[in-house]
């Protein structure tokens, strides 16, 4: 059987492990503008597991094939991922998880994320189920306040799934509640999820402002964009199964009607020019449900975005 052609070859990439061959640190060592930080589960309900446990490790896999081409023009940034000629960030492996214990993950994140913060790194996280970014953004205490622009087809206002408040259905109900949280965007939300009428109401009565994904699909992105207040703090809270299972079906509920990869980046760098992007995570790949490797290309592409995004934050170079 003939071996399937690889294009990193073609280009000069190795072997590597880490994020496009990013170098490697330790969170208590990192330096740069950012850091890439593995999280595969911090609270899975009982019924499902940890889930998406291999989601980060696939994810570095799709960005493989292009560790050599880090001072290529990239087009969608519009210049080189690091603009200043320097490579700015760091992959800081994955948080330390135990499956049996949900509590030990939560503070383990929590910690890892905060400690970066306070290294002033922004953290780029991979999950991992979609419970990882409440410990992720309770790492924010202090911080504020933030904005979370939440990038997802689910709201995630359930007060509790199975007995489980910090669960995937909940991320956002659990947002609200944190001191350092001042606003939430949530957008492209469509078809049918977990939420009841009930939820949605809770949201809209919370102050969150709701763009679903037919509204962006009519009105583009600029409605999305006048609602995140002008040099904020933002926070992106990027769940794949926003995008449309063409391009993302590595996801636990695919449903038609989803964002376009271009769609998506155009919110990323608008949210960048309105405020300040302080950290991104990215959640529930689900490694086995991929085809042909799609989704995970599509994963690393959304990631790398977000770094370059950072990287020209950093250096004062608009995308």
Do not use: K
């Given at each position: 059987m003939r071996e399937?052609?690889?294009?990193?070859?073609?280009?000069?990439?190795?072997?590597?492990?880490?994020?496009?061959?990013?170098?490697?640190?330790?969170?208590?060592?990192?330096?740069?503008?950012?850091?890439?930080l593995g999280a595969t589960t911090a609270t899975p309900y009982a019924s499902v597991?940890?889930?998406?446990?291999?989601?980060?490790?696939?994810?570095?896999?799709?960005?493989?094939?292009?560790?050599?081409?880090?001072?290529?023009?990239?087009?969608?940034?519009?210049?080189?991922?690091?603009?200043?000629g320097r490579v700015s960030a760091v992959d800081c492996g994955d948080v330390d998880i135990d499956e049996s214990d949900s509590a030990g993950n939560r503070d383990r994140i929590r910690a890892a994320v905060a400690t970066l913060l306070d290294r002033g790194l922004v953290p780029v996280v991979l999950g991992g189920d979609d419970s990882v970014p409440i410990p992720v953004l309770e790492a924010y205490a202090g911080r504020g306040p933030l904005t979370i622009l939440q990038i997802d087809a689910h709201i995630d206002w359930r007060d509790e799934v199975q007995g489980?408040?910090?669960?995937?259905?909940?991320?956002?109900?659990?947002?609200?509640?944190?001191?350092?949280?001042?606003?939430?965007?949530?957008?492209?939300?469509?078809a049918i999820g977990s939420a009841r009428v009930g939820d949605h109401a809770d949201a809209v009565a919370a102050g969150v402002?709701?763009?679903?994904?037919?509204?962006?699909?009519?009105?583009?992105?600029?409605?999305?964009?006048?609602?995140?207040?002008?040099?904020?703090d933002v926070f992106i809270a990027f769940d794949v199964d926003a995008l449309d299972?063409?391009?993302?079906?590595?996801?636990?509920?695919?449903?038609?009607?989803?964002?376009?990869?271009?769609?998506?980046v155009e919110l990323m760098a608008g949210a960048a020019e309105r405020g300040r992007i302080v950290g991104f995570d990215l959640v529930e790949f689900l490694a086995e449900r991929d085809q042909g490797g799609i989704g995970a290309l599509t994963a690393a592409r959304v990631v790398t975005f977000a770094l370059g995004l950072v990287a020209r934050q950093a250096s004062r170079v608009s995308p």
């Amino acid at each position: 059987m003939r071996e399937e052609p690889q294009i990193g070859a073609m280009f000069g990439a190795g072997d590597v492990t880490t994020f496009m061959g990013l170098p490697a640190a330790s969170v208590d060592g990192a330096d740069g503008s950012a850091a890439i930080l593995g999280a595969t589960t911090a609270t899975p309900y009982a019924s499902v597991g940890a889930y998406c446990r291999g989601g980060p490790a696939a994810i570095r896999a799709g960005a493989a094939p292009y560790a050599a081409n880090l001072a290529h023009i990239d087009f969608d940034l519009g210049g080189a991922i690091f603009p200043d000629g320097r490579v700015s960030a760091v992959d800081c492996g994955d948080v330390d998880i135990d499956e049996s214990d949900s509590a030990g993950n939560r503070d383990r994140i929590r910690a890892a994320v905060a400690t970066l913060l306070d290294r002033g790194l922004v953290p780029v996280v991979l999950g991992g189920d979609d419970s990882v970014p409440i410990p992720v953004l309770e790492a924010y205490a202090g911080r504020g306040p933030l904005t979370i622009l939440q990038i997802d087809a689910h709201i995630d206002w359930r007060d509790e799934v199975q007995g489980e408040h910090l669960g995937l259905s909940s991320t956002m109900r659990r947002a609200s509640e944190m001191e350092h949280v001042g606003r939430i965007v949530q957008v492209g939300q469509r078809a049918i999820g977990s939420a009841r009428v009930g939820d949605h109401a809770d949201a809209v009565a919370a102050g969150v402002q709701f763009v679903s994904a037919r509204e962006l699909a009519t009105g583009g992105a600029g409605p999305v964009l006048d609602l995140i207040p002008a040099g904020s703090d933002v926070f992106i809270a990027f769940d794949v199964d926003a995008l449309d299972p063409t391009t993302m079906p590595a996801v636990i509920g695919p449903a038609p009607g989803g964002l376009t990869y271009l769609q998506a980046v155009e919110l990323m760098a608008g949210a960048a020019e309105r405020g300040r992007i302080v950290g991104f995570d990215l959640v529930e790949f689900l490694a086995e449900r991929d085809q042909g490797g799609i989704g995970a290309l599509t994963a690393a592409r959304v990631v790398t975005f977000a770094l370059g995004l950072v990287a020209r934050q950093a250096s004062r170079v608009s995308p």
